[in-house]
Every structure is written in C-alpha cells, then in structure tokens.
C-alpha cells in the first residue's frame, strides 16, 4: 500500500485523529477518485454514504436552483458521518477545478469491519467524534446569538420554551 | 427524550452493571475529565451549567430511560456541565474503554450503541443548525414562521437536545 496514500490519509479528520497503524489498515479500503472539471460527484437526492476527502481541486457544492452554495478545498472533508449514518444529498457537488478525491464508502467500511475491527472500531469512533466541535461551535453560536442581538429571546414561543423547567 | 429511549433499548446494555446511587449523589462535576457515558435506568438526574456570571443554571432533567455523558463518550474531555441525582436512582456506566473493546471484539451490539449515540449527536447538530437558520431569518424581520416551525417540528424532543444547553446563556 502506498505510503503516500497513507500520508495523505493522515491529514485528514477523522484519519487524523487515529494511530498511523490504523490509517495504513484503512487505506487499503479507501479510493482514489481524479476529477476533471464540471464533472459531477454526486447529485442531491441521492444516498450520501461516502466520506469525501478533497485532495487537490476544488469541488462546488450546487443547490437544486443551479445556485452555487459553497466550495471544498483541498485539505477539507465532506460527509464525515456519511458511511456510518447515511443520509441524502441536498446539494449536488460539480467538479470546479481538476484533481483529486479520496472516497471511503458505507460498503468499504463494513469490508474494514469484517477485515479488520480495530481499525474500523477506531474509524468509526473518531467519525462520531468529529461530530462534537461542530456541535460545540453551533452550540456556543446560538447561545451567544440568543442573548445580547435579539434581547434575550424575543419570540415569544421560543422564549417559553427556552424558560426553566420546575 | 424519546430519542435517548432509542440508546436505552439496546441489548448491548443488557448485562451491565447497574448502580444504584441516592439523592445528592454525583455522577460529575462540570469541567472534570470525562470517558463515560451514563444510562438512567431509575430516578432522575439533574444537569446544571455555571454561566460566565458564574451561577449555576438547571439547563435539563434526565428521567429513567435517558442518557447523558455521550460526548464525553465519543470525545473525551472536560464535563460541559454537573449531573447529580436528585431521586433515587439506578444507573450504566458505558466507559469508552469497555465500548472500544467490545467494538474491536466483533461485538454487533456495541457497533450499533456506537452508531446511535453518534446518530443523537447527529441530530443534535442539525437541528441547532436548523434553528440558527430560523432565528436568523427572524432576526432579518423576514417574521417567525421558520422558529414557528422548526418548534413545531421539534417540540416533542427537540427542546431537551438543543434548547437545553442554551439556557446559561440566557440572561436572568
């Protein structure tokens, strides 16, 4: 297995967060994906069951409008819970400049299971860990937001839902 | 709660040990370092948070069948609140280690405890992100149907996942 792949694995949440012996296991289970431009990913509506890592390129996220919505840069990843907890695309993603994609899908992490269960309990764990600081941060986000700019709640049925409970 | 119900009901917690602990018991201390989670079979446990004015805010109350502790579980770290029992109570104690061997052990059980308490973190997410959306449109002056709805979508469940950890911000 290419060390290189290994290494590029490594820079990635939630790969970042394991022990390398666990990225080297699991690269055997990943793919590499090249992308050329305005080629398309994957289309909203469909089964998001893949982790996505951008390794060179740009891909565009794009309403159903046609609308442009954001854009995942190299070193960024989409659909972390994706393989664990599937879900659907709301946006599709288009390829906005060529380069590089790495892809563990919902089927390649149940063969890491079957293969190599340390590696996939570990995967799996830093998976619904990578979760918890974007938690955090909408968390902390709406708090901050709820007090000083809208004077301690002032929709009334969110300022009764928000009252302590007795 | 009925999301955290959705926890309880695994088989994986069949043959846990149970602890039966009385009131004004502490199961932790807000900023503590944690790797557990706790599963409420009987009685309550109260959740606070100290605000940055320092005073402590009840944010939530964990009746039997609801769990709490599952961040600490999935990512260890400092307590974001306290949890004492305020009526007497049985609980489980889900350690990361245990879990984590029971994972690597082939255990089909423990795989999917794993990927229910990531699923309520899921959850979590989108619904604060949903909310976010709603108060900014309201925020906007583009009215309040989006917090109307997003309440009347979550009323159920919702207040107790994403509204509860608000309540220290809120002023008094």
Redesign the interface.
Known sequence: MSQNLVAALARFRPFSELPLRAVADASRFVAVQRMDVGDTIFNAGEIADTLILVVSGELRLVAPSGRAVDTVRPGETLGV?GP??PSRYTMSGICGDEGALILLSAEALSTL?EQI??A???L??A???S??P???E??E???????A??E????P??RR??A??R | MSDHEGLMEHNFLIDAPRERLGVGAPLFEEGEHGEELFVVVKGRVLLSRRTQAGES??VA?IQAGGVLGE?AL??PGPR?ASAIVTEDAEIVRVH?RM??ER????DPLA?AF??A???L??L??RR??D??GA?GA??RGEG?AA??AW?DRY?AVG?SL??D???????R
């Open positions: 819970t664990m907890l299971w269960p340390p996939a309990a570990l799996e764990m998976m619904a860990a979760v918890v974007e938690l955090r909408a968390t986000a709406l708090g901050a937001r709820l007090t700019p809208i301690s709640v002032r929709h049925r969110l839902a928000l302590p409970r | 805010v009840a109350t961040i999935l990512q974001s990361r879990l984590l994972l690597i052990g082939r795989r794993l990927r308490c990531a699923q973190l899921v979590r997410l604060a992100r909310l976010a108060l309201y925020e309040d917090v109307n309440l009323d207040d994403v509204l950890p608000l309540k220290p911000w809120l002023p």
